[in-house]
């Protein structure tokens, strides 16, 4: 990251769960300037549940919030139906229309779970393309290249390797890029194998007049089994489990993924940290008692203090 000069509190803000920022001279300007910015995540409601994946992202954007900036936040009713596809080799099998709405009905109650509800603005991408027609489509299109898309790992991949690569999967970054000029994004937080598509959203806001949007992203953790924690993988901790089931899941999980946990979805101070992994290494600290002070810590940041000590 571009070295800037920042109070303690924005340190902290654009550092801790932080994994790369784009554009950040221009972010710290605006976060001291005093205007409310307008951050942009997407989600496409793919899969009934938020996990706590999903929960990093969302606790940078309430923390943005406490600051007095507004979150948008974009139900991906268009690309559900496509499949983000990042990160895989093969088409994602497509849903229907009236599958990702009965998807998208379960995800209101969980996005407020952490961000707060009074501070956000949720829009649906069929406010904007259920009225696209065959020009705007063409429009868009011709603001990228082949070269542009063969840019992206997972599409270079799959076109050297010969695996099938429809078009429509092309189309899919593009979508999502469209979504920051229909907001006018000042920021946009993903995680880290979403940096392709939210700089094509920076592209193409410069192309069409915007101001281009900043870029927060945000580390990937992983689930119980060590792979990046997916809905496709099915080893997510979704954020509407039971206090005792995520509590438990907690627990189980290795030592090694006790450092990346506490750094995205706990406040506890990085010096309480620092001293808690020295501990750790030393055999001065068990890592039953870390990960029972982490599942506390997660489970009251979803279903409140008494329902993590009940768990306990």
């Not at 995800?107 to 009225?131: H, L, P």
């Amino acid at each position: 990251m571009t070295h800037v000069q920042m109070d303690d509190a924005t340190h902290n803000l654009l550092r801790r769960g932080v994994a790369e920022i784009i554009g950040e001279p221009e972010l710290v300007a605006w976060l001291t300037s005093g205007r409310t910015l307008r951050l942009k995540q997407g989600f496409d409601p793919s899969r009934p549940n938020l996990h706590l994946g999903h929960a990093v992202g969302l606790r940078k954007l309430r923390q943005f919030q406490d600051r007095g900036h507004r979150v948008v936040l974009i139900v991906g009713d268009w690309t559900a139906q496509i499949g983000d596809p990042s990160g895989r080799d093969q088409s994602r099998p497509r849903l229907s229309a009236d599958e990702v709405r009965r998807n998208a009905e379960t995800y209101m109650e969980q996005f407020f779970r952490i961000v707060d509800a009074n501070k956000t603005e949720v829009r649906r991408q069929s406010e904007w393309y259920g009225s696209f027609s065959l020009s705007d489509v063409f429009e868009l299109t011709a603001r990228f290249t082949l070269a542009d898309m063969l840019a992206h790992e997972t599409f270079r991949h799959r076109f050297e390797n010969q695996q099938p690569l429809s078009l429509m999967e092309l189309m899919y970054p593009l979508l999502q890029a469209y979504d920051s000029v229909a907001v006018n994004a000042d920021v946009e937080f993903g995680g880290t194998d979403q940096k392709f598509n939210i700089l094509a959203g920076r592209q193409l806001q410069e192309m069409l007049g915007q101001r281009p949007q900043a870029v927060v992203l945000v580390p990937l953790i992983a689930g119980a089994d060590g792979r990046k924690m997916s809905k496709s993988f099915g080893n997510t901790i979704d954020v509407i489990d039971a206090p005792t089931d995520m509590y438990g899941k907690l627990m189980s999980m290795s030592d090694d993924m006790l450092p990346i946990y506490f750094e995205t979805l706990t406040d506890v101070p990085e010096r309480e940290l620092t001293s808690m992994q020295l501990a750790m290494q030393l055999g001065q600290l068990n890592p039953r008692d870390a990960k029972m002070r982490l599942a506390r810590e997660v489970v009251a940041m979803v279903h409140g203090a008494a329902a993590a000590q009940a768990a306990e």
